[in-house]
């Protein structure tokens, strides 16, 4: 690595406050080098500062970048590496591989984030929600969102991920090099300080550079005034406008641009940023951990009725009324500003902001409107201060373009190399044939119909379909199939003598035929209406048809005799459940007589042998006995409750007799 000029970066830089002989020797870069996830690249830290002064640690400089191989980034440091991984971005691609499908750019999770109807999130301040729990909600309100969009529609999604990838070409960061820096590192600067025409030339970005430097001011001791706008602050001083509005959050903030000297106690010189004006505004406006405007819900499921629902409409119209009136009393700073950077999350969000209404300050068609080029927080004025700091203080990247070059060269021909192999080498399912898939249909069709004991409809499909009665189920090698393959074994498996006796007799199956474990279907008939319907069959088919010794079917038995044996069979059953029924009445009149005659029962006196009395805490742990906590609570509240009222009731009775003897 070359070394490290310190000169230059003794100071953290400022794109409006550049030194002259860096300026004077600056010029594009033509290599796009690696874009940080996170805002801050050149920040050494999360938290926005509002001062400019500091020294960077030289030990950050000279580390090896980290990366992100699940996002595709890399970092300048460790600390970087660190806050990406707690972000929403790399949370949401992370269950995206669990989930088998392909992470998104930070340009797409912006898109998925700024479609949500309204910010989901609540006050920086609050102490009562944890950052493991406002990231979730975060997560699942995108990932709610995304699978609502794939359920009405899978291509909607994909077209509009598809959508942002298109229009998210251009990298947010412009790089510079000059020669008074080592050959690997870089200067960057964000895209949206540039205006169209800019971008489009190499010398009108140089040019539009220098044009920006401004001088610094000397602070003054002028109070703030109305809306927080310093009374003796000159509105000729170049400035940008941002606010930010999200969740029932507002804050907004004009900026100078030419930043203050102050003297510290030791003689030196720092550069702070000055405020113009301020103002933060917050209602209570979306419902806790659930997201989304009051005015959404009711357009999506109709108005409620809540006392909440109620607060939350008041609350939404203050809001507007507050940041209209507000944007009105800025309005001659607003428009000599020299850039405008809004975020507002959903369409109501940005109707409160861009109308259109009567007087409207802020317009859509306005050519100095931005939005920030990295994620952002809560709608705060430390977020606003951190963001006007991302914005404008320049970027140092110390990275080798020949290395990252030549791993990229190299990865890219290992995974060309690699693509075949690292394929895994599933078996090859056989493609089922169209015999293959009118044998499934016919296998199941006739098992619900065999099942269901529909013996003409059994017929009925055998001669529609031209198929054999033999026909044997597939796939043969189920446990079912393997036990009764045929229509005859499962008729026989389920004690059907109808389906028997029509399947033989009617379809001229065959009862020789045998399943997977060598038996016969006359072998799987488990009563005697189903082994009488094959000796019937027999009878009507004659001793040519089949060889029935073979197919284990007993003599040959006429129909009139089977019939009248079912007949006896089915008196039999009768008589014995008649008589049954006589008897179980007996027992009953004479256990009711018994019971007129002894009269009713006295209970016994005193205590039984062996019988233990319980104590009242084993009594109160019976009755407690399969409750939830919550009854429990209940029940000693009542018994408490209970005990009171009968001291209090004592008491008054006590009270009352002592009075009455006097």
């Known amino acids: 690595m070359a070394e490290t000029h310190e000169g230059p970066f003794k100071k953290p830089l400022y794109v409006f406050d550049l030194p002259k002989d860096l300026l004077s020797t600056l010029h594009l870069k033509s290599i796009a080098l690696p874009q940080s996830s996170e805002p801050g690249g050149s920040l050494r830290g999360a938290e926005a500062d509002t001062q400019y002064e500091g020294n960077l640690e030289a030990a950050d400089r000279t580390k090896p970048p980290a990366s992100c191989q699940l996002c595709g980034v890399a970092f300048q440091n460790v600390s970087e590496q660190r806050h990406h991984i707690r972000s929403d971005w790399h949370g949401y691609n992370l269950k995206q591989k669990l989930k088998g499908l392909r992470g998104v750019d930070e340009a797409q999770f912006d898109k998925l984030v700024e479609d949500l109807d309204e910010s989901i999130s609540g006050s920086e301040e609050s102490e009562s929600e944890t950052d493991e729990e ?39 960061l412009l790089w510079f090099t000059t020669p008074l820096l080592p050959q690997n590192t870089s200067l960057g600067v964000y895209r949206v300080l540039f205006t169209e025409e800019e971008q489009n030339e190499e010398s009108c970005l140089i040019e539009g550079i220098r044009q920006k430097q401004i001088s610094p001011t000397v602070p003054n001791s002028a109070q703030a005034g109305v809306y927080g706008i310093s009374s003796a602050a000159s509105t000729a001083d170049p400035h940008i406008f941002m606010c930010m509005i999200g969740g029932g959050h507002f804050a907004a903030m004009i900026v100078s641009l030419a930043p203050i000297i102050n003297k510290k106690h030791k003689g030196l010189e720092e550069r702070q940023a000055r405020v113009i ?18 005015s959404a819900n009711d357009s999506a499921k109709g108005a409620a009725k809540s006392a909440g629902a109620s607060i939350r409409r ?36 940005r109707k409160i902001i861009f109308g ?3 007087g409207q300050v802020l317009k859509n068609s306005d050519s100095r409107n931005r939005t920030f080029p990295f994620s952002t927080r809560r709608a705060t004025q430390a977020e606003l201060m951190r963001a006007f700091v991302e914005l404008t203080r320049v970027k140092v990247s110390e990275v080798d373009e020949e290395a990252l070059a030549a791993a990229a060269a190299e990865k890219e021909q290992e995974a060309s190399g690699s693509k075949a192999e690292s394929k895994p080498l599933l078996p090859k399912v056989p493609k089922a044939t169209k015999e293959d898939e009118a ?4 296998t199941s069709q006739l098992q619900a119909l065999i099942r269901r004991t529909k013996a003409p409809a059994i017929l009925a499909y055998l001669t529609t379909n031209n198929i054999s009665a033999d026909f044997e189920f597939q796939p043969s090698d189920t446990q079912a199939n393997h036990h009764a393959p045929t229509p005859l074994h499962l008729a026989s498996s389920i004690n059907s003598p109808v389906t028997v006796y029509s399947l033989l007799t009617k379809a001229a199956a065959s009862p020789l035929k045998v399943n997977g474990e060598g038996k016969v279907a006359f072998d799987l008939a488990g009563d005697r209406a189903t082994r009488d319907a094959f000796r019937v069959a027999r009878s009507e088919l004659g001793e040519g048809r089949w060889d029935w010794n073979a197919a284990h079917c007993p003599p040959a038995l006429s129909k009139a005799i089977a019939d009248k044996r079912e007949k006896q069979a089915k008196a039999e059953n009768e008589k014995g459940e008649a008589e049954r029924r006589r008897i179980e009445i007996e027992h009953l009149k004479q256990g009711a007589a018994s019971d007129t005659e002894k009269g009713p029962l006295k209970k016994a006196s005193g205590k039984a042998l062996g019988t233990i009395e319980k104590t009242g805490a084993e009594k109160r742990e019976e009755e407690a006995r399969g409750m939830t906590p919550e009854m429990r609570m209940r029940l000693e509240r009542e018994r408490r409750a209970r005990a009171a009222e009968e001291r209090v009731r004592r008491m008054a009775n006590g009270t009352n007799s002592a009075g009455a003897g006097r």
């Open 356 to 358: 259109p209404y009567d």
């Open 277 to 294: 004006a301020h103002k933060t505004f917050h209602r209570y406006t979306t419902r806790r951990k659930q997201g989304g405007s009051q």
């Open 439 to 442: 044998a499934l249909l016919h």
């Open 134 to 172: 406002k990231k979730e909600t975060t997560l699942s309100a995108v990932l709610k969102r995304q699978a609502k969009l794939h359920h009405d529609g899978p291509d909607l999604n994909l077209d509009a991920l598809k959508k942002s990838k298109r229009s998210s070409g251009k990298p947010p």
């Open 314 to 349: 008041h609350n939404e119209m203050a809001l507007e009324s507050e940041i209209r009136a507000l944007l009105t009393d800025w309005k001659e700073l607003i428009d000599k500003a020299q850039l405008i950077f809004t975020r507002a999350t959903g369409s109501s969000n």
